[in-house]
């Protein structure tokens, strides 16, 4: 692989630009809805985080080389170049403030998909050698290791015995023929080991029988974040290979956002290929537990609640209905944030953000959001579905001073399951 | 009573227990695990945890201090994992489930939530460790609420 460079990375960005980007480019009427809809520019009124702003290098390279008018000016030499400084300057907009989560590309009145190309310029950036450092080091450690975190197996292994060992629940590794395989993140092996156990508890009452692979555990990539497709691509096979090995019928996505987008929607994509498995959220798989009558809970949570969606599971992954009807089992207060569903706005830590040391200060100056929501409603707990979401959003209210516990949505779905006593079992 | 040996009575023995007593014995389930982390506020969290006549002032003062700790030693996402690192972390959160109400946790024990996470604070001690001895921190817990439960013996009516 060739060092990064500023031809390098124009080279990317010129890869990138496609018929729809070139369309988009073409369509844009400047209406300046983007930027009311982005989490950046509302929060810092800063021009420079307006969403399309954000894309400007990639647009100069399409108007420079693939317009009547762009290349006239390229010949006779009236084209800026874009150099270093340039890439400089916009790394911070590209990566720090823009969290991917989608919003601006939902309220655009042509349809222009702004985040996506964000996503694609981030190519550009990676080859250029513009990207965070928090995120190179993830990346590369999701290759090496395969985990951007660095969680290698005997840590899952330990994690997996500590489980049985306090609940008496089965968690098998590279069992094969079974029906699901799940994926976990790095996030919830390190921080949220109530995420897993609370998985096992409820695919063991809807009798279904599941493993998770040693070989491909890891659900988040580092690739899409950064905007690395040829690494994605890597990250995403291996998780491919592991179910088709074991011959599940389903992968389940645990709760992280972006760990879904790039398995369920960008996956084929990369492969070049559709799965022989299905991909669900598992939201989605609860949800459809729910409906099939697999799952019993008893008792209500009482405490005034609400549900932070996930960019990547509501906004892009339409799952909005499944997380209320699964509340609708366990919680008597539920009320609804302004915006929610599919208008929900970022906890601002998506799209690697969280990830980027040197954006924490506009991470939480973008919270401001979340807090206006929290504000309105005075919620005493907060429930969401994505282990990067809590952890940014735990961040952002003890910033702000708030006292609110946030709790993953299968953790407290598992937490009122009617159930006989685990332990009990496991002495028996 | 008899002596707990496995976590079927373990759990159980808890269950009994009042949110005073909880707090009280969890509070000894995470000066086990200590070593894994000088946090000050540990400390802290764990003495208002053993008193019955906490200040409520002190009490949410002290529960937002071990919160922050919480939050500081946890792994950053996307950062390389640092294993000792996290057994900090999981001893903060041993420290705060002592003091953090119930509606805050979904209505879990106190003391089987610090049970956890100290027990995860040792398994986590472990990982990056080739001559770490095997974690029995679970048997340790065993032994430590036996005794506290024999020490209530003739001391409450």
Redesign the interface.
Known sequence: MSAPSVEKGIRFIREQIDAPVASFFSACVHCGLCAEACLFYTQTQDPRYTPIHKVALMRRVWESEFTLWGRIKSALGLTKPITEADFTEWETLVYDGCSLCGRCSLVCPVGNDISGMIRKVREGFAAAGHAPE??I??TT?AIEIG?????RL??LQ??I??IQ??TGLEISLDRPGVEYMALLS??EI??F?EYLEAIARILRQAGKSWTISSKAFEATN?GIQIGASDLARVLVQRIVDAAEELGVKMVISPECGHGYTAIRWDGPNLIGRPYKFKVKHILELLDEFREQGLIQTQGL?E?RLSFHDPCQIARKGGVVRQPRALLGLVAANFVEMSDAGAMNWCCG?GG?V??N?RADALRLTAFKQKKAQLDALKV??LVTAC??CR?TL??GL?ANDM?I?V?GLT??IA?HLVET?R??E??A | MSPINNDWQFKHALDDMDGYHQRQVAALFVRNVLDLNPDPRVLKALEVASNYDSDPDEMNSTIKSIMQAVLESHARCGAACKWSDQAGYYVARAAAACLTPRSFTLGKDPAWQAALSCRMARTSATLDCLDCEPVTESLKQHKILSDYLESLKGTEP
Do not use: C, F, Y
């Open positions: 928090g995120l080091g993830a450690r985990s951007p975190m660095g969680v005997p840590a330990a994690q015995r500590h060992e306090s790095s996030m390190m921080n080991p580092s949570e405490a830590g690697g969280s990830a040391e005493d707990t282990a990067n952890i735990e961040e003890e006292n516990p709790i953790e407290m937490e006593d332990i009990e496991k002495s």
